[in-house]
């Protein structure tokens, strides 16, 4: 964990502006950002992220904040979801007075509890017992809602209707952009929450436990006990989580606790970076982006991002956050400019590979999955017949060439990095 | 009565020997890379698919053949190019690792062979019913898919326990710097136990793929409850996985078949229930409807109560 | 007066073979006290017996006269003993500074707040940055843990050890590695941060442990074969039979 994870921390006497600048600039993204993306499809999507983006935090206060890789973590936001949507039902019939607004209060509540009784016996253990209960507590958990059919609804879930409570300030939550406004408050108030609970005590010892459980009990700290307080606060994060997906989509079903789902926000933190607090809120931008938008334009979407994920496991355990933050050192040097250029001279030629490839795939799925003769497909614009001899020369054109132009340009991108990552005292000494 | 007890009986041994075929494997990886191989039950539903294909152009035999030896080569490329390259990053890594691989191998699957459940069919010549107690009868492919999992752990234990391989395999599991030092190529033994025991999985899947359906969930089903096992039988301990794979077998076997409830429970002590209470679900759970779950209710109370497994001693 | 640490008829066994074959040891306050011994001869062993690492087979472990046998480690820091490792135990990707604040947040009662937050606690910052001046690191402080230089990161595991205020000590070959002037500098370090408190060491390079202890027992083969000042050890015959001869003959 030691190589993916770098978490120094900031100086501790810091002026107070210079703390609150990124939050203000949030905020103010925030507000802007449905004016930026207006169509129906934008706000969706970013609702969608928004949900993502304190789901995926959550886990982190797992595996990256805690050393935790839990594979069961759908659990507390389904759960949240479920228990949120009654809630909203109860208001539906008059039984209980509450505004919508605080529903996802509820999720989290419910997420804590269940965080308390599982994490009772499943964080005595770490690594890889620790994932096996996590992984059997979600299987549990997802099997049983099929079979307590009152509480989570069976096959078909529990729906509600997020308009039924009271207004607030006379919006009663039924368009977008208000569910927008909703969730983006929710994304605000949760994530600086999180941000802090990594700045408290029970927060920097997690960051100890996972560096060094051993080490952690000779200052004084039960292992145990630091990952118990870690594992309920996600726990209630991810609920508060699943109570917006309840509001924003007003149904939940099984699926919101299966393993898929606790698979997808593992997948959402790594390809973040989860050695960095934004790692996640990155991930979860980057693959609501690639499931809502690519699944549009392909049937393998889910291929590509099974293609991602091992890839960045294997190459870029640092996530994408990670890649960028490699850039700081050049950046504060003022070299970041002399990248471009090597960037651009490795970077276009693995364009043109990775294009062919997934011609390549997308062409063959479609000659798989098409009906009988019929061979016409169109792919970015271009149409094409999938049988046709020059299109499948293009293919393999892109693909060879590509990746042997890539090849050759790497020496001179190491190069020019090697160059502007140099400490300025030995770059004269060094021939140019 | 007692032939429905007999049935569960020879129906739960036979689940429990196939699910030890995948958890053996499992723990022997475990044992000597302290890997908990996420992508194991891939490689049994790899194993499946790929003797589906062969068995289309050769026949079930051949398929029975070649198919293991594929998925074992391929596990061995997975060891060697991948795993060994992720191990540096550490073992939470290397477990990352292996779970995006099951869930790419899963989409592979889907790309190369479609969404739908295959065709995969035993063959002809163990469709018939091999003998017929109290009315029901014991399909003689099920026979088949006993002797081949007996067969298999016979001779895994008089590889491991008798040969010089065998005994290298037991050495490099314990002390794999020391193993080295006497000069052997500890690399090629990791290779090669994880091939063989990808092998063994996909061994499993040829024989299964037929009675359990062929499918590209038939990974994650059995995938998680392979997992149930190692934990319960005790990590790193092969009596233990046997005897955790023939409980659970049998446990799911026999649940299936009792078709109680626990309102019937309840009767006997002559207490009834509102039928339309929040509760419900609880008073009418049947036993067949828990079997699902029974491994993981299993596991949780395993983790309670002996945390280390039934057979286990390591610390991990 | 108690000792601070007393050990009766320690024992400890794994599986058939025996590595601490009854060990009796008082050690009283204030005390600078090494242990010795040839490689093997249980010393690191000792230590994980006191410091709560290992349960213990057979005898009792005394902390200013409560027995604190097989209690967890983390009981045993917070009744006041503290230890650093013989194989750097650091936190690799927390920075220095935030390496000794984890060794005073309990003594400070931070416990597993999460209402505190950390960068606001006046008292605790600058403590940390006091201690992280005695051990020498203060141009250090904000760089990853693991990028230290080797010395630098025994330095900072003695701090991480003594930052808590523990009135027991216990250092495990705190110098191994060290060059000749780096030793000089950790001798320094450790009367310093030692001041009127117990400190109990383990220790192959006998400059430091005739430079520093008060008393001096030599462990050989899970036994205590003499446990005396420094020159009578030095003087023993028994001693140079089992440990000291090859510095005899120098």
């Not at chain 1, 939050?23 to 993306?37: E, K, Q, R, S, V």
């Not at chain 1, 479920?82 to 529903?103: A, C, K, Q, R």
């Not at chain 1, 039924?174 to 929450?193: K, P, R, S």
């Not at chain 3, 690191?44 to 472990?61: A, C, D, P």
């Amino acid at each position: 964990m030691s190589e993916i994870t770098k978490t120094a921390s900031p100086a501790t006497a810091r002026p107070l502006m210079k703390t609150l600048l990124p939050w203000i600039g949030f905020f103010i993204l925030l507000l802007a950002l449905p004016n930026i993306f207006s169509s129906n499809v934008g706000l969706y999507t970013m609702n969608l992220m928004g949900i993502f983006v304190i789901f995926a935090l959550s886990y982190n206060m797992l595996l990256g904040q805690g050393g935790m890789l839990s594979f069961g973590h759908a659990v507390y936001f389904g759960l949240g979801g479920f228990m949120s949507v009654h809630f909203m039902n109860y208001i539906e019939d008059g039984d209980f007075t509450f505004p919508m607004y605080l529903i996802p209060i509820f999720g989290g509540l419910i997420g804590l509890v269940f965080g308390i009784i599982i994490g009772s016996f499943s964080t005595r253990r770490a690594g890889t017992v620790f994932a096996m209960i996590s992984l059997g507590v979600g299987e549990l958990m997802a099997a049983s809602s099929l079979i307590f059919v009152a509480f989570f609804g069976g096959e078909e879930g529990v729906s509600g209707d997020r308009t039924t409570g009271p207004d607030l300030m006379g919006i009663n939550f039924g368009q977008d952009i208000h569910i927008y406004y909703l969730i983006a408050g929710w994304v605000f108030v949760t994530v600086a929450l999180m941000y802090l609970f990594s700045r408290t005590p029970a927060g920097r010892m997690a960051n100890a436990v996972r560096d060094n459980a051993e080490r952690a009990e000779f200052v004084g700290y039960s292992q145990r006990k630091v990952r118990f307080v870690s594992f309920c606060a996600s726990g209630f994060f991810a609920g508060i989580a699943g109570g917006l997906f309840a509001l924003n989509f007003e149904i939940v079903t099984e699926e919101n606790l299966n393993a898929l789902t606790s698979g997808t926000v593992l997948l959402m933190a790594y390809i973040g970076g989860v050695g960095f607090f934004i790692g996640p809120i990155v991930g979860a931008v980057i693959f609501t982006l690639l499931q809502s938008i690519l699944s549009n334009y392909t049937d393998i979407w889910q291929l590509y991002v099974g293609i991602l994920f091992v890839l960045t496991v294997m190459y870029v355990p640092q996530g994408l956050t990670g890649i960028f933050m490699m850039h700081t050192a050049a950046w504060r040097m003022r070299r970041v400019g002399s990248l471009i250029l090597p960037y651009l001279r490795a970077g276009i030629p693995a364009l043109a590979m990775l294009t062919g490839i997934a011609a390549f795939l997308e062409t063959i799925h479609h000659m798989r999955s098409s009906v009988e003769g019929e061979t016409a497909m169109s792919l970015m614009g271009v149409d094409f017949d999938s049988h046709s001899f020059v299109a499948w020369i293009v293919i393999l054109a892109l693909v060879v060439v590509g990746g042997y132009l890539t090849r050759s340009q790497l020496p001179q991108l190491k190069e020019a990095w090697e160059m502007a990552n140099k400490p300025p005292a030995q770059r004269e000494g060094a021939g140019s | 009565m007692l032939e429905l007890i007999f049935f569960s009986l020879l129906n739960g041994v036979v689940t429990g020997l196939l699910l030890f075929m995948l958890a053996s494997g499992l723990t022997l990886i475990f044992s000597m890379m302290g890997v908990l191989n996420f992508a194991h039950a891939s490689f049994y539903m790899l194993g499946a698919y790929f003797a589906y294909t062969i068995s289309i152009y050769l026949g079930f035999w051949v398929g029975l053949i070649v198919a293991p030896i594929l998925v074992g080569l391929l596990g061995a490329v997975v060891e060697r190019y991948g795993l060994r390259y992720v191990h540096r990053w550490g073992h939470v890594a290397e477990l990352i690792f292996t779970f995006g691989l099951a869930f790419l191998i899963e989409e592979v699957v889907q790309f190369i062979w479609g969404k739908d459940t295959k065709a995969y069919h035993e063959p002809e010549i163990l469709q018939f019913p091999l003998f017929t107690f109290f009315g029901q009868n014991f399909p003689a492919y099920k026979a088949f898919m006993l002797v081949i999992s007996i067969g298999i752990f016979i001779l895994l234990l008089l590889i491991l326990t008798r040969s010089r391989v065998g005994l290298i395999i037991q050495a490099a599991i314990h002390k794999p710097n020391m193993t080295a030092m006497l000069g052997h190529n500890v690399p090629l033994v990791f290779m090669g136990v994880f091939g063989v025991g990808c092998a063994l999985a996909g061994l499993a899947g040829v024989i299964a793929g037929p009675a359990l359906g062929t499918f590209p969930g038939m990974a994650f089903v059995l995938g998680s409850i392979v997992f149930v096992i190692v934990v319960v039988g005790g990590l790193g301990s092969l009596t233990g996985a046997f005897v955790a794979s023939l409980l659970i077998g049998l446990l799911q076997t026999f649940a299936i078949a009792l078709d109680y409830s626990v309102n019937d429970l309840l009767q006997l002590f002559n207490i009834s229930f509102d039928a339309d209470s929040a509760l419900r679900d609880l008073w009418t759970l049947s036993l067949p409807q828990i079997a699902p779950i029974l491994p993981y209710l299993l596991l949780i109370l395993i983790l309670i109560f002996r945390p280390t497994g039934l057979f286990g001693n390591r610390e991990t | 007066m108690t000792a601070a640490i007393e050990l009766q008829d320690l024992r400890k066994s794994f599986g058939p073979t025996e590595i601490i074959r009854g060990v009796n040891l008082s050690i009283a306050d204030g005390e600078r006290h090494a242990i010795i011994g040839p490689n093997g001869a249980g010393k690191s062993t000792l230590f994980h017996l006191i410091s709560g690492r290992y349960n213990v087979s057979g005898g009792t472990v005394s902390l200013h006269g409560e027995n604190i046998s097989n209690l967890p480690p983390y009981e045993i820091y917070r009744k006041g003993l503290s230890r650093s490792f013989q194989v750097t135990n650091i936190f690799p990707n927390m920075s220095v500074f935030e390496n000794v604040r984890c060794g005073l947040m309990w003594v400070h009662d931070y416990k597993y707040s999460f209402w505190h937050l950390i960068d606001r606690q006046k008292e605790l910052n600058e403590r940390t940055a006091e201690v992280i001046e005695e051990i020498g690191l203060t141009s250090r402080q904000h760089i990853p843990a693991g990028v230290l230089t080797y010395a630098e990161q025994r330095a900072l595991e003695i701090g991480i050890a003594a930052a808590g205020g523990a009135d027991v000590i216990m250092l495990d070959e705190p110098t191994a590695g060290m060059s000749h002037s780096e030793t000089d500098q950790a001798i320094a370090l450790i009367r310093k941060i030692t001041e009127g408190r117990t400190l109990v060491m383990v220790e192959h390079d006998m400059g430091v442990v005739f430079d520093l202890a008060d008393r001096i027992s030599v462990l050989v083969y899970g036994e205590i074969i003499a446990s005396d000042t420094p020159e009578n050890i030095r003087n023993s015959k028994a001693v140079q039979e089992a440990y000291l001869g090859a510095e005899a003959e120098e």
